[in-house]
């Protein structure tokens, strides 16, 4: 299995468009997770997904974000518009699921992203 | 809410020497107690886990150990290695009325082993 696959890696934008980040979970995993990561804040859960349908997005700072996952092999994060505050590195991660206390979380490689 | 506090935030120490990080998390009902590495411009990977019917868990030059007790639970690193140098963060499963597969992370600590 390649694990858990993010594009883009790099995304450099200006402030004001659109982005969308892309995730492909492991195969077979139940859940799926979308994380941000910066200096200030640390390691941050944005929105979290069981068989496609979305349980807690608490952690989505405002409106400007929104995720989707159509199906068991496709997520993306979109924000629209951006804003250099958004600069971080982006990670999705899945999770095969409870059966057994798998709880172990596989992160993808993570999106700098980086507004100007 | 849910919270994990993770303490150092950064460590220094000699290499050969032991590095020890201790979390303490809030939810009582936390069953599963993973540590994850992340290296430079890497993504975070579990090195070790433990769940709460076991006290003390080993690999090699890592352990971990939990107090449910106490709710607090560490990462031990004997013997340290250059590469070693890291990211260290700690989590707790998060269940609230049921069981999420969330996890709570800590902040994070910087390790950083000097030859």
């Known amino acids: 299995d390649a694990g858990v696959i993010q594009s883009p890696r790099h995304e450099v934008t200006e402030m004001g468009q659109e982005v969308t980040l892309r995730c492909k979970p492991i195969s077979g995993h139940d859940y799926l997770f979308w994380y941000r990561q910066t200096m200030m804040r640390g390691l941050e859960l944005l929105i979290y997904?069981?068989?496609?349908?979305?349980?807690?997005d608490s952690g989505m700072p405002e409106d400007r974000f929104s995720a989707k996952m159509p199906n068991a092999s496709f997520s993306t994060l979109k924000i629209q518009p951006s804003e250099p505050r958004d600069s971080a590195v982006y990670f999705c991660?899945?999770?095969?699921?409870?059966?057994?206390?798998?709880?172990?979380?596989?992160f993808g490689p993570g999106t700098r992203l980086t507004v100007l | 809410g849910e919270n994990v506090e993770q303490h150092p935030s950064t460590l220094s120490v000699q290499e050969g020497d032991s590095a020890v990080i201790k979390c303490t998390y809030s939810?009582?009902?936390?069953?599963?107690f993973p540590w994850y590495k992340q290296e430079l411009g890497k993504r975070p990977q579990l090195i070790i886990d433990?769940?709460?019917?076991?006290g003390e868990k080993k690999d090699q030059r890592i352990a971990v150990t939990l107090n449910k007790t106490a709710k607090h639970f560490s990462l031990h690193i004997t013997e340290t290695q250059p590469e070693d140098s890291a990211v260290y963060f700690c989590a707790a499963s998060a269940h609230g009325s049921s069981n999420t597969g969330k996890l709570i992370f800590g902040q994070g600590t910087t390790l950083q082993v000097k030859p």
């Open positions: 939810d009582s009902a936390s069953n599963y």
């Open positions: 991660a899945s999770s095969p699921g409870l059966a057994g206390g798998q709880n172990e979380q596989f």
């Open positions: 997904f069981n068989n496609n349908v979305p349980i807690d």
């Open positions: 433990i769940r709460s019917n076991v």
